[in-house]
């Protein structure tokens, strides 16, 4: 028999502690704390790749003193550079991250999935049981491999960053408009 859905957010946690117990509402936490990296490593990203990529703002302001910030093209030319650092930093934190998110989600999930058969189409009830993070590394490992942990990464990646990218094209031109004199 399938479990019913949750009628809300009540209901979810008085089932979960009533079938799995009251620590189970913490479930995924440890790779939730860890996943705090994701952001750290975003930045350093970014900061990377600007170092290597973006032009020098102090020789820009030095070379333009009579033109504050440039031309409309200068200034467009730059942006896209942003776009296109901001949106692979984003990739790369997400990618870094992404079996964490896995993992996290795995353990949250209801012990009773319904799952579509690939090869198949037929619909199929699993029962998932993990018995904490290492248990479900563990599992993913033996059953679905490297790519296990990787499931849905690109799709993940693609939906991420284009927000990622206008966030940074905008922290650039406020740090612009903050530090220009």
Request: charged residues 20%.
């Amino acid at each position: 028999k399938v479990k019913p859905a949750y009628r809300g957010l009540i209901h979810a946690a008085c089932t979960i502690i009533k079938e799995e117990g009251f620590f189970a509402l913490y479930k995924g936490s440890i790779p939730a704390l860890m996943l705090v990296s994701h952001g750290g490593i975003q930045f350093v990203s970014y900061e990377f790749l600007k170092s290597r990529f973006a032009p020098n703002r102090k020789n820009i302001n030095n070379t333009n003193k009579t033109k504050a910030r440039g031309t409309i093209s200068e200034r467009l030319k730059d942006s896209l550079g942003y776009l296109v650092m901001g949106a692979t930093s984003k990739f790369i934190a997400s990618t870094t991250t992404y079996p964490l998110q896995v993992i996290k989600a795995r353990l949250q999930q209801r012990s009773q999935v319904v799952e579509m058969s690939e090869t198949t189409g037929e619909i199929i009830v699993t029962m998932r049981e993990y018995r904490g993070v290492w248990g479900c590394v563990a599992r993913i490992w033996k059953c679905e491999g490297v790519t296990g942990f990787f499931k849905g990464c690109v799709t993940n990646a693609l939906r991420v960053a284009p927000s990622a990218a206008i966030t940074f094209v905008v922290y650039e031109w406020v740090l612009d408009v903050l530090t220009t004199p």
